[in-house]
Structure formats: structure tokens, C-alpha cells
């Protein structure tokens, strides 16, 4: 049989059967989409996240108090530190540790932010001046903290956008003092837009010297520290020499932590890619379900035409030549789905991102590919029992006796 | 052309066997036109099966054009349906939603046939059958007659030397069945080997050679001098 024939004798076929091949039609495409949008979410997250990290550059390493607990690569949340990071610990790992040409060390609180009469909670950053060049954020107006050694505090303050709205209107901020707790600074820059910062909107935040946020919290510990690798350390060898040096301050207690965004990206994005390959393959299985439809529907099929099976026997067509039959019809049906489905996914996709345009969301062409042939081979594995027991059937019998 | 040798064919329903034929022995020599005729459950449409190879016989060899059949597999069996045998059936078995044109190519197409030669047949098919301005409307838009016309036309499109039709007109009034057997004697006047099963005295005897089956075995087998299957 020819193959243009075996296509029109198909089609003849299906559109007899209009309302069972709409329901195959319908099953497979709606797998085929749901395997396609879940993935598209899945790489959107991964995408998203992603795109947080490397905005922290590659040059950066990151040092926070506690021991990993394990070799995973992720920070520990609850990591209880057996001695902080102090201000005197990194002058000495300033002056020591070659790698590193600039430290921005990080003190994060909560105090109320007041000027005149306005008031209202904001994120105190006690940092440095490296810090603004080191996390990419941009001054709007003004300046950004002054280079000042560690251990100086200073009364000046750099606000976020959004607190400079909320506590000026419409006034610029520059210059005025502002009123953080018991202390008074003087605001010296306004950040431009929402920064980038993880999870965290830097707009609403308040930046002072990070002896000065010391102070305003009372305490001697780092919460952070960062790192910026001079251009052409290794940075694999200056996390070791960063740890060495502090576990050698602190009395021979490897008791920090020492990360490079690198290794998180890695870890993060394992991690994502194997959630994204999780839903993918759930969603998978309602191709699964869409392949025991095609089996079903087409027994009832065989069963239906057992007339018209025998006739074609009779007629000449080998038993190979009827399985063909009924499985151009499931590979036929499963071709339309998938090309329906594979639309509909990519059309899902597009409008997510339309919803949400900060997500990446996008379908990879592997996943295209892999749910296509996931979603005929299904087709194809389930209608051969079916098309075998066409095939198999004697033409005798097969022609209406009893 | 064709040789049946000790045939058996046993059914077995439940925990009874059925002998559907037994021990039948039978000639036929190419261009013959037999009639079958029996009482119903004598073994007709078995021996008609089992010369079509639409059935295998539990035992007994069966010659087909020289062709020792019995050991032949599905796929050769299949083959020498297609290219040596038509089959016309009491119920017509068109296929449906496949016009009278559709239905009669669907051998070739079966086949394999090229769409040029296919057509040229088909036409010359439609012509010779009369069902030309017929050619394009489904099967339920004919009448019993005409199906069966169609299904003779889908029986002869290859050209087959043999023709069985099993009460090709059990489901017709007396003039589309006086039609449809004019033409199937008209086939075997041009070569065709033909055999009719019937149930019908008065079409039996237009047959030159009548065979009478009884309880699975051929009866009478006489020939006759007959003038009206010479029209
Ligand atoms: N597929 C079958 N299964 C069981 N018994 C059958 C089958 N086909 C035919 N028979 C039996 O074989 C006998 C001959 O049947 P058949 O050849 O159809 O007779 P006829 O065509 O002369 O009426 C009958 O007794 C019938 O019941
Ligand atoms: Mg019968």
C-alpha cells in the first residue's frame, strides 16, 4: 500500500469516527501541553533565580559565621556561630590574603526611620563604600558611602527610592538628616531603583558605614562579609586562604563559611533542573493516561469493524498490512495531538510571560522534542495491542458468521 | 485450475465437534460456473471459504492453480487472494462512507497500484457495470441491486480467474437478482471461473455443472447442457 493511501485511507477512517478521534485528538494534546507549560514554569523558575545569582558577579565570595553542615554546597539557615566575624578579623584578612582586593562587610537590621514627623520601618545596611560597586547598585543622585576605614563610623546614610518617596514626597532627600533609633545621619545619596538584591527590595532599605550600624545595634558581629577576587586569583584558592586565615584567628575553630556564588548557581541550578525535569516527567504521565485512551478507543474500534476487517482480508491485505492500519490511525492522531499540544504549550508559555514578564519562561526545544516522541511512542506502544488483535483476527469469522 | 482432496473441516462448539465438510473431493477446471446448493448448515459457505482461502481445512490438500496451499503461510495466502480470487457476498460488505467509485478501488489500493492505473481499471470497471453516474454516492445512497453491482465491481478490479459469490442474491428482489446474476454468467462467459451458492432452484440450474451438498459432503455433482447460462 501506498503511503499517500495509507494517509487518505486513515483520514477516511478517522473521520468516520469523528467523536473518538476528537477525544484522542484532545487527550494527547492536552499532555502534550501540560508537559510543555510545567517545564516552561520549571525553567522560568530556574531562569529567575539564576539570573539573581549571577547578577552577584563570579568574583565574589561571599563569608558568613557557622560551618556548613554538610558538603552540599548550600548555607546552613540556622547555622549558630561558635565565634562572629568581626571588624578586627578582616583587617587582618585585608592585609593578609592577597587574592582579595575589596571587602564590603554587611551588619543587617530592623530600626525605625524617622524625619520630622514621618516615620517607618526600614532595612538598615551597615556596609562600606565597596559594597555598592560590588553588588552592581547604582546612585540615582548623590553619592554613595564614603571610603572610610571599618572600624570609623560616620553620620551619613544612603536611602533607598522608595523610603525617599515615602519620607519626602516629592522633595529630594540629599542633605537632609534623617533620624534612625537614638542616631541622626545625614543622607548623602538616594539608590537608584530597586537594586537587585535576592529576594530583597533595596529601595526600601537605608544604607550607613558599617561601624556606625555596629553601634546602632549594639553589636561586634559581621553578618556577612564579602569578597571581591582580584582579576586573576584563583578563586578556589583564595576561599581556602580566606578560611584558613580566619579559622587560624580564631583559634583553630573552622567556625565560617566560605562560598562562591558559583558554587550556589551549581547547586541551585541542579536543583532546578532536576524540579523542572520532576513536573515534566509527572506531567508526562498523562500522556501515559492519553496512550490507555488510545488503547481502549481502539479496541472498541477493532471490535466495531470486525466486519470491515475481514473484508479487507478477503480482499488481499495481510495481517501486517491491517496492523499498519490501525496504527497509522493511533501515530496519525498522536501527530495531530502533538502538534496541537506542542501550540498550545508554546502559546501558554508566551502568555505566562506576558503575566509576568521578569520570569524567563520558555520551552526548551529538548522538552518539545522528548514530549513529542514521549507522547507518539505512547500512542504507538498502546494501539499495538489492539492493532494485533485486528491483525490476528480470522477472516471467516472476522466477515460476520456468528 | 483448482483441486480439492479429502477435505475435512470440523468446528467444534463447546464440547460438541461440528463436521462442517468431510471428505470432499472436488475438480474444477478453469472457466466452469458450478452452482452449490443445499439445505442450510450443509457446509456451502464452508467449502466456499476454504476454496477462497478465507478458511484453512483441518485436513485434506487443496490445489490452487497447481499451488499446494495447506502449507502456505498468512502472507502468501493473502496474495494469492489478491491477485487470483473475488469474493461477492449475501450482505455486499461495502465499506462505508467510501463511494461506489472508493469502495471498488480498494483492492488496488490494498495492493499497492499506482493512482494512473487504478483509475483507468476503476472506469473501466464503472462503465462496463453501468454505475458510472453512480460512481460518487455512498453506499446508502444506492439501491440493494446496485451495492451488489458495486460489489462486483470491487470483486473483479484485479482480474481475478475465480469468482465466489456466496447468495449474492439472498438479499435481492427477483429483478436486481435476475441482474446480478446476468452479469456475473456475462464475467464468465468472457473467462472467469464462476461459483454461486444459492438457495434459489430456478438460478442453480442456470449453472452448467450443480453441485448438491448434504451434511458436509458433495451429494450430486452432475453437469448439464443448460441453455439459459448461455443467455
Ligand atoms: N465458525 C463456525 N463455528 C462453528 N460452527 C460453524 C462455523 N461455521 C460453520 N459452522 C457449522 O458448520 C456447518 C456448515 O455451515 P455452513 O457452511 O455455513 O452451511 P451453509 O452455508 O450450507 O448454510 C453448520 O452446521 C454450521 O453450524
Ligand atoms: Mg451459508
Known amino acids: ?402 | 485450475m483448482i483441486e480439492l482432496r479429502a477435505i475435512d473441516r470440523t468446528f467444534r462448539v463447546g464440547d460438541s465437534e461440528v463436521h462442517a465438510l468431510r471428505d470432499v473431493n472436488l475438480r474444477i477446471a478453469r472457466g466452469e460456473y458450478l452452482s452449490v446448493m443445499g439445505p442450510s448448515g450443509s457446509g456451502k459457505s464452508t467449502l466456499l471459504n476454504i476454496l477462497g482461502l478465507l478458511d484453512r481445512p483441518d485436513g485434506g490438500e487443496y490445489l490452487l492453480g497447481g499451488t499446494a496451499t495447506a502449507a502456505l503461510g498468512e502472507e502468501a495466502r493473502a496474495r494469492l487472494r489478491r491477485e487470483h480470487i473475488g469474493f461477492v457476498f449475501q450482505s455486499y460488505h461495502l465499506v462505508p462512507r467510501l463511494n461506489a467509485r472508493e469502495n471498488i478501488e480498494l483492492p488496488m489500493l490494498l495492493a499497492g497500484v499506482a493512482p494512473r492505473a487504478r483509475k483507468q481499471a476503476v472506469d473501466e470497471v464503472l462503465e462496463r457495470l453501468g454505475l458510472t453516474d453512480r460512481a460518487h454516492h455512498q453506499p446508502s445512497q444506492l439501491s440493494g441491486g446496485q451495492r451488489q453491482r458495486v460489489a462486483i465491481g470491487r470483486s473483479i478490479v484485479m482480474k481475478p480467474e475465480l469468482l465466489l459469490a456466496d447468495e449474492p442474491t439472498g438479499n435481492l428482489d427477483t429483478r436486481s437478482g435476475t441482474e446480478v446474476v446476468a452479469l456475473l454468467e456475462e464475467l464468465n462467459r468472457e473467462g472467469i471461473t464462476l461459483l454461486i451458492v444459492t438457495h434459489d432452484v430456478a438460478l442453480g440450474r442456470r449453472a452448467q455443472r450443480h453441485l448438491g451438498m448434504r451434511d458436509g459432503a458433495i451429494g450430486t455433482d452432475t453437469l448439464t447442457e443448460n441453455p439459459g447460462a448461455r443467455g
Open chain 1, 1 to 402: 500500500m501506498r503511503a499517500a493511501d495509507l494517509l487518505g485511507f486513515t483520514l477516511l477512517v478517522l473521520r468516520r469516527q469523528r467523536f473518538r478521534s476528537l477525544m484522542l485528538l484532545v487527550s494527547v494534546s492536552i499532555g502534550v501541553a501540560a508537559v510543555l507549560l510545567l517545564v516552561a514554569l520549571g525553567e522560568g523558575a530556574r531562569g529567575y533565580v539564576m539570573r539573581e545569582f549571577e547578577f552577584i558577579g563570579k568574583d565574589i565570595v561571599v563569608m558568613f559565621p557557622g560551618r556548613k553542615s554538610t558538603t552540599g554546597g548550600l548555607p546552613p539557615v540556622t547555622g549558630v556561630a561558635a565565634r562572629e566575624i568581626t571588624l578586627p578579623d578582616l583587617a587582618v584578612v585585608a592585609r593578609t590574603v592577597r587574592g582579595v582586593d575589596a571587602i564590603a562587610p554587611l551588619v543587617i537590621g530592623n530600626a525605625e526611620l524617622s524625619f520630622g514627623s514621618r516615620a517607618r520601618e526600614a532595612v538598615v545596611i551597615g556596609s562600606n563604600a565597596d559594597f555598592f560597586p560590588m553588588r552592581h547598585l547604582d546612585i540615582a543622585r548623590g553619592q554613595a558611602l564614603p571610603p572610610l576605614d571599618l572600624t570609623v563610623g560616620s553620620p551619613v546614610a544612603v536611602i533607598g527610592a522608595t523610603l525617599e518617596r515615602e519620607l519626602f514626597g516629592t522633595r529630594s532627600a540629599i542633605g537632609a538628616w534623617v533620624r534612625l533609633r537614638d542616631y541622626r545621619f545625614r543622607v548623602v545619596g538616594v539608590l537608584q531603583g530597586r537594586g537587585d538584591s535576592f529576594g530583597m527590595d533595596l529601595s526600601e532599605a537605608i544604607f550607613v558605614p558599617v561601624a556606625s550600624a555596629q553601634t546602632l545595634f549594639d553589636t561586634q558581629a559581621l553578618f556577612r562579609v564579602l569578597f571581591r577576587v582580584r582579576a586573576g586569583a584563583d578563586v578556589e584558592a583564595t576561599k581556602r586562604e580566606l578560611l584558613a586565615r580566619m579559622t587560624a584567628l580564631h583559634d583553630g575553630n573552622e567556625d565560617v563559611t566560605v562560598v562562591s556564588p558559583d558554587a550556589m548557581i551549581s547547586t541551585f541550578d541542579g536543583i532546578l533542573r532536576a524540579l523542572t525535569l520532576a513536573i515534566g516527567g509527572i506531567a508526562a504521565i498523562s500522556l501515559v493516561v492519553a496512550g490507555i485512551l488510545v488503547m481502549n478507543l481502539m479496541l472498541m474500534s477493532v471490535r466495531q469493524r470486525t466486519a470491515e476487517i475481514g473484508l479487507l482480508k478477503a480482499l488481499g491485505a495481510p495481517g501486517a498490512q491491517v496492523r499498519t492500519l490501525f496504527l497509522a490511525e493511533a501515530g496519525l492522531v498522536a501527530a495531530a495531538g502533538v502538534l496541537l499540544g506542542t501550540g498550545a504549550g508554546y502559546a501558554g508559555s508566551v502568555l505566562l510571560s506576558l503575566l509576568y514578564p521578569e520570569v524567563p519562561f520558555q520551552v526548551p526545544l529538548w522538552a518539545t522534542l522528548a514530549a513529542a516522541l514521549f507522547a507518539l511512542a505512547s500512542a504507538l506502544l498502546f494501539a499495538w495491542l489492539p492493532a494485533n488483535r485486528a491483525a490476528a483476527l480470522e477472516p471467516v469469522l472476522a466477515l460476520g458468521r456468528r
